[in-house]
Each structure stands twice: as structure tokens, then as C-alpha cells.
């Protein structure tokens, strides 16, 4: 969910630990989009992928992704989504958006889609009409910064990566607000192919699970704010089946 340059150098170390523990080499592939992810998935090109919440439903939707793990960050395993605008440009709710520059991240994300979706379902309208100019970033980051640099008004994003960026870098707060937090909704699973081996798969859940019990892995997970991996729970994305069936019943 993060931009290709900050993704690899974020989870290069925890994929090489995961293939040293498995005794077999790790590929690490990343693409464009949520949506090709979850093409590799299905047609069987990968094997196991970090994803969004939104592609993790739909993907089990239309081909049966299973969750592995879920990570687990300040005691939860949900996140929120946020709606981010420049400090400075005046606008302190949602309807004042209107007619401005505003930053989707992915058609698949919930957080950087659906829940603006429906925020403008609510006020019965759609973003061709509401905004003046709309975007699709491709990660969080790339979003986050576009406001904090005053390139768009503002942007829906992943909470876990504001939070994130903002933790390394004073700027993000001081050029940034939030004026919208969307539900709690699980948080971006460890998924796995249907048909993957089933032994393959229990020893990386194992793996995944049992990360934080590791010096090593230890050091990984903080340098990822995470605090360890959990099993996820589909029931988690619940919210987000609904938020998404409301949008898409609204005919967008």
C-alpha cells in the first residue's frame, strides 16, 4: 500500500527471513495496482501476497483467497481510514471538498476508495460532480505527500501509513489535517493462493505467527510498527462488504 521504493524497503527483511525459515528462496514481486495482485493470486503466479482489506474481500469473493495473517499494531487488528486535507487551505468537513483537487488511492482500497465513496453517497452525488479534479496516486504515500506538498486539497488514505509517515516526518502534521475517520475494519491480511500446498502454507503461517517471539523477527516488526501477527478473522471485513455493497447499489 505504499509506493514500490518504500514497500521493498520496508518488507525486503521480513522476506528474507521468511525464506530462511522456510530453507527455500522468497520472490518478491510488486505491482502497479491492487487489482493485479489479486490476478496473480488467482491465476496462481504467487503464492502468498500482503493485500488490501478491499482485495482480500474480493478476492475471496470471486476465487477463494484465504487469510494467513493478520499484523497486529497499537493492541488492535483493525484500522481506520482517513480523510486528509491541507492545513491551510480552510477546509474543515467534508462538504467543503467541493469543487477541489482531490487524491484516490486504488479502485480496490477500502480506505482509498470505498470509504469516500460513500461519503459522497451520502450527500448524493459522485466525484464527478463534487470534485473539480480527481486522482488515483497508485500507494498511500504518494497521496499523503500530494497533499502535504499542496499538489491536491486533499486525500483518502490508509490511517496505518499516515501514522507512519507522520511519526518520521514533522512535516505531514504540520501541512495536514484529518477531518474524517472512516469504520474499524480488519486490517490488511497475509493471504494465500487457493490450492497452495497445505503443509506449505501451515509452516508459513507458523512462521508469520511466531515472528515476534524471535529477536530477529522482533527487530523486523518494529522497524514495521507491528507488533506481531495474528489469525485474522473474516468477520473483521464484514464493514467493509457492506460499505461496499451501499456504494455499488448507489450505482457507482
Do not use: W
Amino acid at each position: 500500500m505504499t509506493s514500490p521504493r518504500e514497500t521493498y524497503f520496508l518488507y525486503q527483511e521480513m522476506i528474507e527471513e521468511l525464506g530462511r525459515e522456510l530453507g527455500m528462496p522468497v520472490v518478491f514481486i510488486q505491482k502497479a495496482s491492487y487489482k493485479e495482485v489479486n490476478d496473480l493470486l488467482r491465476d496462481k503466479q504467487v503464492d502468498i501476497a500482503f493485500i488490501c482489506s478491499y482485495a482480500y474481500v474480493m478476492g475471496k469473493k470471486e476465487f477463494g483467497l484465504e487469510l494467513l495473517a493478520v499484523p497486529r499494531i497499537n493492541g488492535k487488528n483493525t484500522y481506520q481510514g482517513y480523510i486528509i486535507v491541507r492545513k491551510d487551505g480552510n477546509i474543515n468537513s467534508f462538504s467543503d471538498l467541493k469543487d477541489k483537487r482531490f487524491a484516490f488511492t486504488d479502485p480496490m482500497s477500502f480506505t482509498g476508495y470505498f470509504y469516500p465513496l460513500a461519503l459522497l453517497r451520502q450527500q448524493h452525488t459522485d466525484p464527478a460532480r463534487f470534485f473539480a479534479e480527481t486522482y488515483f496516486m497508485g500507494s498511500h504515500d504518494n497521496a499523503i505527500k500530494a497533499v502535504a506538498q499542496g499538489l491536491v486539497d486533499g486525500a483518502a488514505v490508509d490511517g496505518l501509513i499516515y501514522e507512519y509517515m507522520a511519526a518520521k516526518d514533522r512535516s505531514i502534521r504540520a501541512n495536514t489535517s484529518i477531518i474524517n475517520v472512516s469504520p474499524a475494519a480488519g486490517m490488511p491480511p497475509l493471504v494465500a493462493r487457493p490450492g497452495l500446498d497445505a503443509k506449505l502454507k501451515e509452516r508459513i503461517a507458523e512462521i508469520m505467527l511466531n515472528l515476534h517471539q524471535r529477536q530477529d523477527g522482533q527487530a523486523i516488526l518494529r522497524r514495521l510498527q507491528i507488533e506481531r501477527f495474528e489469525p485474522g478473522n473474516d468477520q473483521d471485513y464484514e464493514v467493509i462488504r457492506k460499505l461496499a455493497q451501499q456504494v455499488k447499489n448507489n450505482g457507482y
